[in-house]
């Protein structure tokens, strides 16, 4: 079980969605968060780094609306499911975006090849999470 | 001029919208991020925090979403305008969120009467960049 | 391996460390960014937050400064040696500042005693870290 | 009077230094993260991008940490000036760092000369907060 799903599940006040499905979430978006910060940077140590730009500027966007995102959710005190909703529909644009570059360069860039399966892990998580926001 | 506006004049790409409505949006979403985070920590000190959490919450999550939205407006050399569009909807609903419950403690709490009059000013700077957007 | 070790196995320079070592020690303060932030949320919702502020405070601390240290320390294209040693060393004061904290709460809040550990996993991690750094 | 300024002056409890030493420290610590994040998206536009990668990380790492301090800094309901002046000194050597960094680079790049100049009132602000810590 994760640090995330161990602090949800002994949290003082009742969680607006499963302890399991918001953890997941959570944790990719933390974990997404650090793989796209690593991926433009690794970015920047290519030879082809004139090429890589759009991939930088789109994994550095992703790894801060991963941070806010996994903030917002973090928060169960005083949860509102409405600004968690338009939080995570950013979250799982920005995903989008960044996978699909760096799926561009996955074939010459190993860590682009990672970054995007991360992406798309966190993509899912976020939509798993959207659906179990309560309306 | 803003530090944001001069380090837009110069930046080496065509902006995708005019300097002095991007640099005053970018302006608010650092100086509104501050103030939220000030206005958090200020509610924890005040003898009636347990009427506050609300108030903290929204301040810490409109934080949190300021600077992601500072961030990806600061990148204009690979700007996505669609990218940009849903960060500042975001925004948007965070600053309102967090300037309407900051109200209901404006008269009882200076910060909070300050800290609304930033999120409104943040939001609107947000609006008005949302706008200028090109399509 | 982690995502971050994933990471650094093909980064496209030289490593200044080893990348266990160096991915262990990014992992942690992401994790422990997290696992703080969820525990000054949990404080907010005690029937005893008026005792639980320093605890607060401090874990919100200690997450900026972990973000701020997984960042740094994820940086590898250019990176700097001596820079990572004096974040290195303000992560590892944060951590166990806010360890100690959340040990004074742990008989009675079992979120305070998991970011306690948490937080002494990420600390020591650091410290690693910082003996593993060139001199 | 900045907003930072405001929001300290009307803060519950006692601080522990000037309010207008302290708002000015946090002031450019906010529009420090900014510049260091421009300037580096400003780098990644310019035709000789190559020559500018260690401008950009140690822009990414001054934002980082930047904003880091500049939260610390904020929270002055437990304030505990040990671990200010640890996260200032940090501040203090990233600033440090980029501004000579960005020096390098001013001749050629506006965006650099400006950002070191940033980095160097930063820095100053966070010597004289420094300074002004109660022992």
């Keep these: 079980m994760s640090r995330a799903q161990q602090m949800l599940e002994t ?3 009742a969680l607006s969605l499963e302890a399991s499905v918001l953890a997941a979430c959570i944790d990719e978006c933390f974990v997404c968060a650090q793989t796209c910060t690593a991926c433009a940077d690794a970015d920047l140590g290519e030879p082809d780094v004139e090429t890589l730009l759009r991939c930088i500027t789109l994994c550095l ?6 941070l806010s995102t996994g903030g917002v959710l973090s928060r169960q005190t005083e949860f509102v499911p ?3 909703r ?3 529909e950013a979250c799982i644009d920005a ?3 960044s996978a ?3 799926d561009h360069h996955a074939q010459h860039h190993e860590h682009c090849r990672i970054c995007a399966e991360e992406c ?8 798993v999470a959207l659906l179990a926001l309560p309306t």
Excluded at 61 to 66: A, H, K, P
Excluded at 120 to 127: F, G, L, S, T, Y
Aim: glycine content about 0%; charged content about 40%; overall charge negative.
């Design 61 to 66: 966007n992703c790894s801060d609306i991963c």
């Design 11 to 13: 949290h003082p006040r």
């Design 120 to 127: 798309r892990r966190c993509e899912e998580a976020c939509a």
């Design 95 to 97: 995903c989008r975006r």
């Design 82 to 84: 409405d600004q968690a």
């Design 86 to 88: 338009i939080v995570l």
């Design 100 to 102: 699909e570059e760096c």
